[in-house]
């Protein structure tokens, strides 16, 4: 036997099994070590800690924009993975992107120390507030962060001053981006539910918010029946309320799975006459109406129709007028209305405050304009997402050339979803895919899955006939570049993809900035 493969059967890493009982608290961590601590999820968390006086330091691959942060509030990162990091750490954190042979895991396993999942860290941040979680395939980090800045912004009393844990930064007026890490004083805490590896399993919120159930992570479910059971059993642990988008097909078959005693206390929004949805399973139903957006400004603009038993016995329609554009930000935003209602706020209060919210880092922000081209950067990872963010654009922009510069997430995803990427991405005007962002996984393991992967797909389906709309760059920043060839006045190139593609925004702005006078109109 191997040594990789004898660590392997010493030390079991299992982000679906708790860690911690039921009556451990924060304050019984000891120095708390976290590996990759620059991670979105596990920056975030560590802050947390260090807020509360917990002992934290952390290791990562490089130094990075999180790790800066980290290391400016006073919390020790080392660069590079290796045992003595962890050298006399009680508590040692890992994600679900680190493996048993980790060095540091393996040198914390032999010194005996607690190896936890990051979802066991949340699940303890959460025993002491009232928290409320966002889960989904889609939508989590803007109706997360926009649930938060309705509590900070308007939030009195108990709602004041929430804690938050958000897998991304929010985007400040002053045009810099807030982390998506804070501990408040006040007794909520709003907290984004990751579905992907099963952890979300630990949570026992008191509001569980579920953005979509589009069957998604199946590297780790393996069929979308297992994907929508782990919805049925998440809303199942939640202790007051569900609040659950209606216009999501895997929303309802979750809704409809559940037991009678659930489902009473589901509040479901949508865009439909809930009368056509067929069976709610007894949930109560919100309706989003007279849905638009104003030209050019992006400015999302709807009605929530609160009926009497949410609004104490007389029905509410509150306006709502959001910053941020789309028909998926209006379903987000009343998710976060209705969540931060029945936890007491007045709708028309946090309606006023959604309005001043300009959205999550990495969600359809514009990063510039240059000769008349401008450049907007996106997290969009998966089709349906892509789809909303290039209808949106449509609408923002409807007299523009829209271009797209996608960099997939995870080779598996892209193997999944290569058909419905290339029907996603047909809504835009000229595409290039770029090189693929691998996360936990190991480009020898999918040898047959690249940018052209999507490519292929493409040609084989119904949009081949769009010609040279899309093709296949591996080089990132060559992609770049070559995706300005046909740009002319007034185009938007949209960045896409969750991995590290913003980094080209800058790279487009100055190429854009030398080619001033050389653009055509």
Known sequence: ??????????????????????????????????????????????????????????????????????????????????AQNVAGAATVVYSSAIK????????????????????????????????????????????????????????????ADPSYAIGGSIQSPDGTNRDGGHAGYGAVLVAEADESDGSFAKYRPSIAIVTNAEPDHLDHYGTADRYHRAFVDHIGRARDAVVMCADDEGCLEVL?????????????????????????????????????????????????????????????????????????????????????????????????????????????????????????DDYAHHPTEIAALLDAARRRYPQSRIHVLFQPHLYSRTRIFAEQFAQALSKADDVIVAGIFPAREKQ???????????????DADRCADAGEWIRAVEDMRQAAVRILDTVRTGDVVITVGAGDINRMDDVLLRELSARVGGMES
Request: charged letters at 20%; hydrophobic letters at 45%; aromatic letters at 4%.
């Open 1 to 82: 036997m191997s040594e990789q493969s004898a660590v392997e059967t010493t030390i079991e890493l299992d982000p679906t099994r708790p860690a911690f009982g039921p009556d451990e608290r924060i304050g019984d961590l000891g120095r708390t070590h976290f590996i990759g601590i620059g991670g979105a999820g596990m920056s975030v968390l560590a802050e947390m800690l260090h807020e509360q006086g917990v002992v934290v330091d952390g290791s990562d691959r490089e130094p990075s924009p999180k790790t800066d942060r980290l290391q400016s509030l006073g919390v020790a990162v080392q660069f590079g993975q290796r």
């Open 100 to 159: 048993p042979d980790n060095p540091e895991i393996v040198a914390a396993h032999a010194a005996g120390a607690r190896i936890v999942h990051r979802s066991d860290i949340l699940a303890l941040l959460m025993a002491a507030k009232r928290a409320v979680t966002v889960a989904g395939a889609h939508g989590k980090t803007t109706t997360s962060s926009l649930l938060a800045h309705i509590l900070v912004n308007a939030g009195t009393g108990e709602l």
């Open 256 to 376: 409809r799975a559940v037991d009678a005693d659930v489902a009473e206390r589901v509040v479901v929004y949508t865009t439909q006459d809930p009368d056509t949805l067929g069976d709610l399973n007894g949930a109560v139903a919100v309706r989003i109406e007279s849905e638009r957006e104003r030209e050019r400004t992006g400015r999302e603009c709807f009605t929530l129709r609160i009926p009497p038993a949410l609004a104490d016995g007389a029905e509410l329609e509150v306006p709502v007028e959001l910053s941020i554009p789309g028909i998926h930000n209006a379903r987000n935003a009343a998710a976060a209305i209705i969540a931060a209602g029945m936890m007491g706020m007045p709708y028309e209060r946090a309606a006023r405050a959604a309005a001043s919210f300009l959205g999550a880092a990495r969600r359809f922000q514009v990063c510039g304009c240059v000769n008349g081209v401008t450049v907007v």
């Open 444 to 458: 020898e393991d999918f040898p047959d899955v690249s940018a052209s992967t999507i490519v292929q797909a493409a």
